[in-house]
């Protein structure tokens, strides 16, 4: 690794108990590359809110947006090929999201589909977020092999989706028992959804009250399986 390279790649603690999961980010949460018409940017997106309690965090993603996406991707492939310890799940996007499709350069998609290929190679589980059709449709085609996985705004534009998608349920429910009555609406939700679409969902078991305790990504993957049309995540805050 030479000395400029810097240090990108990161964990999440909803990837793995033992730090073996790891995350990439390109900017900050609702920074230079989220889509204005995402409707968490600015209204209750879980990493904006994260990033305002860990300034330093915040901090970290600020440089990123001084980087291009191919030395983003450069340095992360260098750092995974120097690591001794096993990666169980790679996450794009822990906060923030991939570039836009229109300011991503050549070289940029070069290293983009490197790093991807690498972690194929090893046969690491990939979550792939995006927050719009037009990501979605561009980076399907730069990772063919992965599941590029849409953040659906509605519960009725992932039905009408023809790709990978996710939905947050359950925001509208507040007060007493709030958490448990999400996940059943979540339940019963999927299960409509199934049966009116003859398609495949499945439930994040990350959030308590799913399952009796939240499991992780790295023994999860499901968000990275393309046979699984939607993923629905309970709102929690
Ligand atoms: S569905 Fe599984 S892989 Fe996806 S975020 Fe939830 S725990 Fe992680």
């Not at 925001?171 to 939700?189: H, L, M, N, S, Y």
Request: charged share 20%.
């Amino acid at each position: 690794m030479t000395t400029n390279t810097q240090n990108v790649l990161g964990t999440f603690s909803k990837g793995s108990n033992d730090n073996s999961a790891v995350s990439l980010n390109f900017c900050r949460a609702g920074g230079s590359n989220c889509d204005k018409r995402c409707p968490y940017n600015g209204n209750g997106c879980y990493a904006e809110n994260l990033s305002k309690v860990y300034v330093s965090f915040d901090d970290s993603l600020a440089l990123r947006e001084t980087m291009t996406p191919a030395q983003i991707c450069r340095d992360a492939l260098a750092q995974l090929k120097a690591r001794k310890k096993r990666v169980s799940f790679f996450r794009f996007s822990v906060a923030g999201s991939l570039p836009f499709p229109s300011k991503l350069t050549r070289e940029d998609r070069r290293a983009l589909a490197s790093l991807v290929d690498y972690l194929l190679s090893r046969k690491i589980p990939i979550h792939c977020p995006v927050e719009s059709i037009e990501k979605q449709k561009t980076y399907s085609r730069l990772f063919p092999s992965i599941c590029v996985r849409r953040s659906a705004p509605t519960m009725s534009s992932a039905i009408k989706s023809n790709h990978p998608v996710s939905v947050v349920i359950g925001q509208d429910i507040t007060g007493a028992g709030a958490p448990a009555k999400r996940v059943e609406k979540a339940r019963t939700v999927l299960i409509d959804y199934c049966k009116k679409t003859g398609k495949r969902a499945g439930l994040c078991p990350g959030v308590k009250g799913v399952l009796k305790t939240s499991a992780k990504c790295a023994q999860c993957g499901l968000c990275s399986n393309p046979d699984i049309d939607l993923i629905g995540y309970v709102w929690h805050s």
